[in-house]
């Protein structure tokens, strides 16, 4: 793993969330994007090389919006940049941990994406991430 790429915040509101944390990170939002396939609207800021990831659930049924349910606001999971996604996948999966996808998806900021099921490590939702090739 290279580094943590960013920390996934889920909120009730973008509309909320967004201004607020623009003045705690004194930094503009520097994009925002939907992704359909996850039910969920992102919003992004840059601190230095890591990036925080503002998610707000577009669908009562989504994950966001029944870790919301759930947990409340926070913290719902820290993701790492991996140079090759898939050879990280075999490499944990080898190591007993369990993979929530199969294959890599097409996730949110131009990047493949696999989660780890938070059983396997110690509670926190794990997200591996790589760029997209162009």
Do not use: W
Not at 22 to 42: G, I, M
Not at 46 to 57: H, S, V, W, Y
Not at 89 to 105: D, I
């Amino acid at each position: 793993m290279l580094k943590v790429e960013h920390i996934g915040i889920a909120v009730q509101s973008l509309q909320v969330s967004v201004p607020l944390f623009e003045k705690l990170l004194n930094s503009p939002c520097y994009k925002k994007e939907a992704v359909e396939s996850e039910q969920v609207q992102t919003a992004f800021f840059q601190q230095g090389d890591t990036k925080i990831e503002l998610l707000e659930a577009t669908s009562p049924g989504s994950v966001i919006a029944r870790f919301l349910e759930k947990k409340g606001e926070g913290m719902h999971h820290i993701a790492f940049e991996v140079k090759d996604i898939v050879a990280e996948m075999e490499r944990l999966s080898a190591e007993g941990f369990t993979l929530l996808q199969p294959v890599p998806k097409r996730g949110a900021d131009n990047k493949l994406v696999c989660f780890l099921h938070p059983k396997d490590t110690s509670g926190v939702l794990i997200e591996l991430c790589q760029e997209m090739p162009v």
